[in-house]
Structures are given as C-alpha cells and as structure tokens.
C-alpha cells in the first residue's frame, strides 16, 4: 500500500501543535464540583468525502446566568479524526447547578488541523471556528449529555492554502 509522505508531514505537525498548545486555562478539579454532571461530545456529519479530519477542542467555557461553572476537557478532545462518523467523541463534562435551567456553552477548536481527501492532504485554519449554543435543563436530563454534530461538508470551505472551518451544526440531547 502506497501512502502520501505529505499526509504524513502534516500529521507530524498537526501532532507537534496539539501537543505544544496550550491547556486554555482548563484546570481538572481535585474535587468533584457542585452540580449535575453533563457530558458534552462532538460527532462528525457528513464526512464522506475524507478519509481523515483530525480538529482539537482546546477549550470549553460554560456560563450559567453570566458566570463560569466548572468544566474538565476530556484528553480526548485535543485529536479527534471527525472522518469516524460512528463515534462522538467525549470533550468533557460541566457542572450544572441546582439552580440553573440553561446554559450557554462555546467550544473553542485548536487554530489549527488536518484532512485527507481522495489522496490529497492539507491544514484546516480553525482559528475562527467556535461553537457557541444554548441549552437546557429539560433537555439534558433525559440522557445526561447533549451531542454537537458538525456538518464536514457545510463547515470546510477552500481558503489560501488551507481549508477554514465555519461550523455549521445540530445540537442533539
């Protein structure tokens, strides 16, 4: 089997950024925080076209009523192939408290990532491509999780030597 040693180069690099960035601030508490506990996870959506699209979350920030609750970013999140569209990758949880009926939530990708298309290799300039959405209380508690699909084909578009990612999403409960 023949491979692309471009594929491989902007692998490497797309490895040596995740690694190297920075954590965004996230802190994993020594104890558990007050609250519910929600999973937030990210699955891939029409991905035909790539064989592989590897993004990193770096960062989650989840406001309830105008202030932060706690949030532990999953290892997971920093190198997901979002080509695998049977899996939705865990980000993290957040802490919901009593209180609260909603929370607004933003995932802030890596700057940025990597695809391979028929053969054909190059970054993706994640760098403008957050994810910002509201939700609710009700909606959580019927399976203690919310799903973001994004939409490969309706996200990526054709930039100066690289694909941009512009989310277009659904939020699933």
Known sequence: MS?????????????ALSLTACDGGETVPTEVPEGDRFE???LGQDAEDYEKLMLGVGRVEVMVQGRRVPFQLSPSARAMDLARTDHAYLLGYFYLPAEADAADVR???DDVGAFRESGVTGLINARSGSLL?????????????VVVQ?????SL????????L???TFVVH
């Open 166 to 168: 512009l989310p277009s």
């Open 107 to 109: 995932v802030h990708f």
């Open 150 to 154: 994004l939409h490969l084909n309706d």
């Open 40 to 42: 937030l996870r990210l």
């Open 3 to 15: 491979t692309n040693p471009n594929w491989k180069i902007l692998s490497g690099v797309f490895l």
């Open 133 to 145: 959405f509201t939700t609710k209380r009700v909606e959580l508690e019927k399976r203690k999780h």
């Open 157 to 164: 578009f054709q930039g100066r030597g690289s694909r941009v």
